[in-house]
């Protein structure tokens, strides 16, 4: 097996002959993992099946998962939608380029790997540099999920690329940690109403802001279950630790999740909790292992710092990781639902 060949580049002073160098190994069927503003994406030319094809074998992602196209703008949206409606193109002028991705009618163009055979394509544009660039390079649309290994949590750093996907991809554009950490917001155009299939970087009150009411979808959905959004497995994202999630009053929470870690400690297990920076002093002296995300009124801080917590704590060597909810308002929904998927459901609700 091959390394991956890593490029560094600078988002600021985007060297064009890596971007090139990049685009070109797309237009020739390879794979680039390559940092958006969410978490790092892994490309291939979203036109062509069989280097699709090799997005899946190098994830071991199942077919029934279907894959974001990324655009470089929306005017190229009739390339790969066969119908945009209006109010596609009103969230597109309002959130793109950013972390907010479309569902909407799939065009001819698009092989049914993309979508997992479905009628319908998930479409974004996202907003870092690099992304842009390359797109731009490249000249086609660019089929890219989280450059992770199945299931596993999602790289908000070039090293976390590596770790996954070393020797399995051609190229690496190492562009330094992505700025949002938590993936794209996923909202079905699809629905009788608009409805967000997967909570993320674009929270469901600016959406609403502008549509009125918008749907969560209930989650989690069984692997069995495809539809509606294939991605919203109940155990996706996960630590290598087993975690279980604490929802309620902070208080309660802190003093549940304390009993229950003294307790896991004392029948010898090594423990880690996910804290907010505030709750750390709760629990000095314990024989606990601590990691926080960021102050709990900072949800933009524990977004970006999500991932690499849980990482941590992972390369602590604890074996159960208790974490503390960050409620739903703004980005804490979507930390929420990656917490509750990483828990595989074990959520404990203190009143
Ligand atoms: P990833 O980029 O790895 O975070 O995964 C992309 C996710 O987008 C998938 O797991 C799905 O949840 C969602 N997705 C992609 N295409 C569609 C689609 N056509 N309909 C609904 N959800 C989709
Ligand atoms: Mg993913």
């Not at 790969?80 to 907010?100: H, K, N, Q």
């Not at 155990?235 to 929802?247: G, N, S, V, W």
């Not at 074996?319 to 959520?347: C, H, N, S, W």
């Amino acid at each position: 097996m091959k390394p991956t060949r890593v490029l560094k580049i600078d988002p600021q002073h985007i060297a064009t002959v890596l971007i090139h160098e990049a685009a070109d190994v797309l237009r020739a069927g390879g794979l680039v993992a390559f940092p958006t503003e969410t978490v790092y994406g892994l490309g291939a030319n979203a036109l062509d099946a069989q280097a699709v094809r090799g997005i899946f074998a190098a994830k071991e992602r199942p077919g029934y998962d279907p894959l974001i196209v990324h655009l470089a703008g929306a005017e190229s949206l009739a390339e790969v939608a066969c119908r945009v409606p209006p109010v596609a193109l009103m969230l597109a002028e309002r959130f793109w380029p950013g972390p907010l991705t479309l569902v909407l009618p799939r065009g001819p163009r698009i092989p049914p790997e993309v979508t997992a055979g479905g009628e319908t394509v998930a479409v974004r544009v996202p907003a870092h540099p690099v992304a842009q660039a390359l797109i731009r390079a490249a000249g086609v649309p660019v089929a890219a999920p989280s450059a992770n290994r199945f299931g596993r949590l999602s790289p908000t750093r070039a090293e976390d690329v590596l770790a996954d996907l070393d020797g399995r991809i051609d190229l690496l554009l190492d562009g330094g940690p992505t700025p949002v950490g938590v993936e794209s917001t996923v909202l079905s155009l699809v629905t009788p109403r608009p409805t967000i299939l997967r909570p993320g970087g674009v929270s469901r009150e600016s959406l609403e802001l502008l549509l009125g009411r918008v749907e969560v979808l209930a989650q989690p959905v069984r692997p069995q279950e495809v539809a509606p959004s294939p991605g919203t497995l109940s155990q996706h994202y996960a630590p290598r630790a087993k975690l279980i999630l604490y929802e309620g009053p902070r208080d309660a929470l802190l003093a549940a999740l304390r009993k229950e870690a003294l307790r896991l400690h004392g029948a010898g297990a090594r423990v880690g909790l996910f804290l907010a920076s505030e709750d750390l002093p709760f629990f000095e002296g314990l024989p606990l292992i601590m990691r926080a995300a960021g102050p709990a009124r900072d949800l933009e801080t524990v977004a970006r710092q999500l991932f690499t917590t849980l990482r941590a704590l992972d390369e602590a060597g604890v074996e159960v990781i208790l974490a503390r909810d960050f409620g739903a308002a703004g980005l804490g929904l979507a930390v929420r639902d990656r917490l509750t998927r990483a828990a595989g459901g074990k959520v404990v609700r203190v009143t």
